[in-house]
């Protein structure tokens, strides 16, 4: 009797399920609030006391010759490249009116015993080694 009553309990009830025609769902557009974005504050004006900054550099000259911001940037990049060509090149490279750089070979030095404040002190060898200087324009010095 037991083995007939789980089978009665089994049997699972066919069920109609009837369709619903569901309207048409509505889009909805999300609002996003959109972040302003912070932007650097990058003075007008040198501050007293402080060297000048590159943006503030960049600002003064795109404001005295109407440039974007990138154009006086990529100037200054190939101002750089060009002058590393050069002073590898011809070690010399000179900016008109505000310096000059120079590179030259220090010779290696030997290793052997130096006078140095009155002592004897034993020096280890050094390797040659090249040495970059930068040198202000003449007009620059005239203004100090």
Request: glycine share 2%; net charge positive; hydrophobic share 40%.
């Amino acid at each position: 009797m037991k083995a007939v009553a789980k089978k009665a309990t089994k049997k699972v009830v066919a069920k109609k399920v009837v369709a619903k025609k569901e309207a048409p769902k509505k889009e909805v557009k999300k609002v996003v609030a959109k972040k302003e974005e912070v932007k650097p504050k990058v003075a007008t004006v040198p501050v007293e006391g402080k060297p000048l900054a590159q943006g503030l550099l960049v600002k003064m000259l795109c404001e005295k010759n109407e440039l974007k911001p990138k154009q006086v940037r990529t100037i200054f990049s190939q101002i750089a490249e060009i002058a590393t060509k050069e002073v590898k090149r011809v070690s010399k490279f000179t900016i008109p009116h505000v310096c000059t750089v120079k590179s030259r070979v220090k010779p290696a030095t030997v290793a052997g015993k130096r006078m140095m404040f009155g002592k004897e002190v034993l020096v280890k060898a050094q390797p040659a080694k090249t040495v970059v200087k930068s040198y202000p324009a003449h007009s620059l010095k005239k203004q100090f």
